[in-house]
């Protein structure tokens, strides 16, 4: 027993022994490496969604074309520089934000930057409210128009860019997917069970809106003083939202008269619309731009002659020769709808070329930014006179026509 007690006690004794020596083990941080359950992952998912077959596009070709090479080529108005909309379908707000800082320069001297994401939260407020009150009837979603805009001023008031960017800590690009979805979602599940509650279903919806996009400031600090959101646009912007007017033209309604725009994003149904004939609506639009005034334009971009790589849009001999653009082709382009109200965009300068006048456009939109001056698009009269729809201007460049109009 003596024996087989002295036998066990050495070997525990060798075994702490051999332990106590043993090299301790350190950990790391590593990142995974693809192994084969990545390549089951690609098999399965090549599989459940093949690539889809690509489609060429039908687009001019501008070999030989005379085009602008630069934006130094016009001569154009004081603006900010262009700044990119991300993935959301605001451009109506940073076009006409662009455009009234334009305004206030041209009228105070003051060079400002206001935030677009400001006007665009209470602008989702705005349509929720409308959603609800309507049970269901109106339109939600990203787009608006111009006119949007000074109707958020006059009820909100506005704020300095830094003041509110919009954009979570970290965040460098705009992305409405999300908040749109949920915000749709949620309105779908208020219409199923006949929830009607306005002031719940609003708070629901500033509570998806405060997640996306953070809480907008009840005042500001300009230059040391607060402000309001509306002192803030009445007292140090002095920007009079009813100085301004909204020009169409298009056959469907009587000209000289104020019409309806009738276009999903005019989802409030604003009638305020000046409708005049097509010859002046250009005249008014190379009037205003030849004056220094500066406009918010809105139409369609989504044509052969519209490219994003040249920065040009030009309307192809083999769509309508320029001298065919009347009223009549506009008209059934929109009533067609191969013209839509796609795009708002800010026009702030001009040139003229081989007898044609061309427009330079600061544009908000992703395809802007592709390559030369990021942020800008050449547009030729021949495009603007049948694909551009309405455009916002101050009323001075419209004084000759007020007396026109009949209600």
């Given at each position: 027993?003596?024996?087989?007690?002295?036998?066990?006690?050495?070997?525990?004794?060798?075994?702490?022994?051999?332990?106590?020596?043993?090299?301790?083990?350190?950990?790391?941080?590593?990142?995974?490496?693809?192994?084969?359950?990545?390549?089951?992952?690609?098999?399965?998912?090549?599989?459940?969604?093949?690539?889809?077959?690509?489609?060429?596009?039908?687009?001019?070709?501008?070999?030989?074309?005379?085009?602008?090479?630069?934006?130094?080529?016009?001569?154009?108005?004081?603006?900010?520089?262009?700044?990119?909309?991300?993935?959301?379908?605001?451009?109506?707000?940073?076009?006409?934000?662009?455009?009234?800082?334009?305004?206030?320069?041209?009228?105070?001297?003051?060079?400002?930057?206001?935030?677009?994401?400001?006007?665009?939260?209470?602008?989702?407020?705005?349509?929720?409210?409308?959603?609800?009150?309507?049970?269901?009837?109106?339109?939600?979603?990203?787009?608006?128009?111009?006119?949007?805009?000074?109707?958020?001023?006059?009820?909100?008031?506005?704020?300095?860019?830094?003041?509110?960017?919009?954009?979570?800590?970290?965040?460098?690009?705009?992305?409405?997917?999300?908040?749109?979805?949920?915000?749709?979602?949620?309105?779908?599940?208020?219409?199923?069970?006949?929830?009607?509650?306005?002031?719940?279903?609003?708070?629901?919806?500033?509570?998806?809106?405060?997640?996306?996009?953070?809480?907008?400031?009840?005042?500001?600090?300009?230059?040391?003083?607060?402000?309001?959101?509306?002192?803030?646009?009445?007292?140090?912007?002095?920007?009079?939202?009813?100085?301004?007017?909204?020009?169409?033209?298009?056959?469907?309604?009587?000209?000289?008269?104020?019409?309806?725009?009738?276009?999903?994003?005019?989802?409030?149904?604003?009638?305020?619309?000046?409708?005049?004939?097509?010859?002046?609506?250009?005249?008014?639009?190379?009037?205003?731009?030849?004056?220094?005034?500066?406009?918010a334009i809105g139409g369609d971009v989504s044509e052969a002659g519209y490219d994003s790589w040249t920065k040009v849009a030009v309307v192809p001999t083999f769509d309508i020769p320029s001298e065919y653009i009347d009223e009549n082709a506009r008209q059934f382009r929109f009533s067609n709808e191969t013209t839509t109200d796609d795009h708002g965009i800010h026009l702030v300068g001009y040139e003229e070329k081989d007898g044609v006048t061309w427009f330079l456009i600061k544009d908000s939109g992703s395809g802007s930014f592709n390559t030369g001056d990021k942020g800008y698009y050449f547009y030729r009269e021949d495009y603007v006179k049948l694909k551009i729809m309405d455009f916002m201007v101050h009323k001075d460049m419209f004084k000759d026509?007020?007396?026109?109009?009949?209600?």
């Amino acid at each position: 027993m003596k024996s087989y007690l002295y036998i066990l006690t050495v070997l525990i004794f060798i075994s702490a022994s051999f332990i106590t020596a043993q090299e301790k083990n350190k950990g790391v941080f590593t990142e995974p490496k693809p192994g084969y359950y990545f390549e089951v992952r690609k098999m399965i998912d090549e599989f459940n969604n093949p690539p889809k077959e690509k489609r060429e596009m039908f687009k001019l070709d501008f070999t030989g074309i005379d085009i602008p090479k630069s934006k130094e080529e016009f001569k154009y108005f004081w603006h900010n520089d262009p700044v990119n909309q991300g993935q959301t379908g605001t451009c109506w707000s940073f076009s006409a934000t662009s455009f009234f800082e334009s305004e206030i320069y041209r009228l105070t001297g003051k060079k400002v930057s206001i935030s677009p994401m400001f006007t665009a939260y209470w602008e989702y407020v705005e349509k929720v409210t409308e959603y609800v009150r309507t049970r269901g009837k109106s339109y939600v979603g990203e787009g608006s128009e111009a006119n949007a805009v000074t109707r958020i001023y006059k009820k909100y008031g506005a704020v300095p860019r830094e003041a509110y960017t919009g954009l979570l800590p970290g965040q460098k690009a705009y992305d409405h997917s999300k908040l749109i979805k949920e915000i749709n979602g949620y309105l779908k599940n208020v219409k199923e069970t006949n929830a009607w509650d306005e002031n719940e279903v609003v708070n629901v919806v500033k509570s998806i809106l405060n997640y996306y996009m953070t809480v907008p400031p009840t005042e500001v600090v300009v230059e040391g003083k607060k402000y309001t959101p509306k002192e803030y646009l009445t007292n140090y912007l002095k920007l009079n939202p009813d100085d301004y007017v909204d020009i169409v033209s298009y056959m469907q309604q009587p000209y000289w008269k104020q019409v309806e725009y009738e276009v999903p994003d005019n989802w409030w149904h604003s009638k305020d619309y000046y409708n005049v004939p097509l010859d002046d609506f250009m005249k008014i639009i190379k009037n205003a731009i030849k004056n220094g005034y500066t406009m918010a334009i809105g139409g369609d971009v989504s044509e052969a002659g519209y490219d994003s790589w040249t920065k040009v849009a030009v309307v192809p001999t083999f769509d309508i020769p320029s001298e065919y653009i009347d009223e009549n082709a506009r008209q059934f382009r929109f009533s067609n709808e191969t013209t839509t109200d796609d795009h708002g965009i800010h026009l702030v300068g001009y040139e003229e070329k081989d007898g044609v006048t061309w427009f330079l456009i600061k544009d908000s939109g992703s395809g802007s930014f592709n390559t030369g001056d990021k942020g800008y698009y050449f547009y030729r009269e021949d495009y603007v006179k049948l694909k551009i729809m309405d455009f916002m201007v101050h009323k001075d460049m419209f004084k000759d026509y007020f007396s026109k109009f009949t209600k």
